[in-house]
């Protein structure tokens, strides 16, 4: 059996991880400034988590949610605290894809409700639901029916008034669009569209499984604007590369048994692994050197002739070029081992772990200055 070949891959092997490099099986050491997605949060291999991790598998690594898991509620109380949402619940899953379908599910069975405002450039996950609500015709099978999502210009707040109805089930955005070139939702537009959805019933959504976890700076990058969103959901950083996702809830929700449920979502070594997270965060004050990194990184880059836009909060960065950027992203993984992605043909992507230091920038930024000079 051969593997169903849906990745373009690079001639590259990792074979161990630290920090923010890692090494490939010949030996050489590569910058990673992506993460794998987004997903490192707290940087590879951290002694830490690893130590969490192996203890729990010593112990149990799995068993169902018709038991009593106490590491459910340290890693809710946790969550909780870090984030400023105490009083919001917390359902556990396995991925973004699966916090966004089970936000809409729950959105749909409050208000009763099933139309969906979503956004160009949006991309919210690939399985039915969460793959309807994203802005990409080519990965929407005929199958995964969409007639009930409108697609709006993304931050128009006009757009959204002409579109909003006290039919609109939900309404959801991420605070940040990664897949989409990196753009920040407008602080007036998300105030906008929490006066909107209170106005009409509908449920705002916060997707923030790519630019949560503290990677814009605060813990979720809609704090900036002051808003509390009905629905937030969670995954990427959360496990910092072992699957888990989440879906905070407001107070407004009632929970009953039955109304949502998974098999792996909450299982004890998931449990762990985003509660170690969460430990070194604080312990290391992640948050705030992702706000002090990224500011650190978008004023050098801000010197730097040749880039068109910069874009981004924190540690979430977009590097825009008016040429293609795939020669530049290949100039930098082959000539000076560094990695880092890409959003559509003309943004380069960051999203590296949230311990990122000075030193690993400036290997960046000279890196960058020669490929643009190049």
């Not at 109805?165 to 959801?172: D, L, N, Q």
């Not at 509660?275 to 992640?286: C, Q, R, T, Y």
């Not at 990695?339 to 290997?363: I, M, N």
Request: hydrophobic share 40%; with cysteine; net charge negative.
């Amino acid at each position: 059996m051969n593997l169903f070949n849906v990745y373009p891959l690079y001639d590259i092997e990792p074979v161990k991880a630290k920090g923010s490099y890692l090494w490939d099986k010949n030996g050489v050491e590569y910058l990673d400034l992506y993460g794998g997605h987004a997903v490192i949060s707290i940087g590879h291999s951290h002694p830490y988590y690893v130590e969490k991790l192996t203890n729990q598998l010593q112990n149990i690594g799995f068993y169902s949610n018709s038991v009593k898991i106490p590491l459910q509620q340290e890693l809710a109380e946790k969550l909780g605290k870090l984030s400023g949402y105490e009083d919001y619940a917390l359902f556990l899953t396995n991925s973004g894809a699966e916090s966004n379908e089970n936000a809409l599910k729950l959105a749909s069975f409050h208000n009763g409700r099933k139309k969906v405002i979503a956004f160009s450039q949006s991309f919210h996950g690939r399985t039915s639901g969460a793959v309807a609500i994203t802005d990409n015709k080519s990965i929407v099978a005929p199958i995964n029916y969409s007639e009930h999502v409108t697609f709006i210009p993304f931050n128009d707040i006009e757009a959204l008034k002409e579109n909003i109805s006290e039919e609109t089930c939900a309404v959801i955005v991420e605070g940040i669009q990664g897949v989409g070139g990196i753009k920040v939702t407008s602080e007036e537009f998300l105030k906008a569209a929490r006066e909107l959805c209170d106005q009409t019933g509908a449920v705002l959504i916060l997707d923030s499984v790519q630019c949560g976890y503290g990677r814009s700076g605060k813990f979720f990058s809609h704090q900036y604007a002051g808003i509390n969103p009905d629905i937030m959901t969670t995954a990427k950083g959360m496990g910092n590369g072992f699957p888990i996702g989440g879906v905070l809830i407001s107070p407004k929700f009632k929970a009953s048994f039955g109304l949502l449920g998974t098999t792996f979502g909450g299982n004890h070594l998931a449990c762990a692994a985003a509660v170690a997270v969460l430990d070194v965060m604080k312990e290391e004050n992640l948050i705030e050197n992702a706000s002090v990194t990224g500011d650190y990184l978008m004023s050098n880059l801000a010197q730097i002739e040749g880039i068109k836009e910069l874009r981004g909060k924190g540690l979430m960065i977009g590097i825009e070029f008016e040429r293609p950027v795939d020669k530049i992203r290949d100039a930098l993984l082959f000539e000076h081992n560094i990695f880092c992605g890409y959003a559509g043909k003309h943004t380069l992507r960051l999203l590296p772990s949230l311990a990122l230091g000075k030193a690993e920038c400036d290997r960046f930024l000279e890196a960058l200055s020669l490929v643009i000079k190049g």
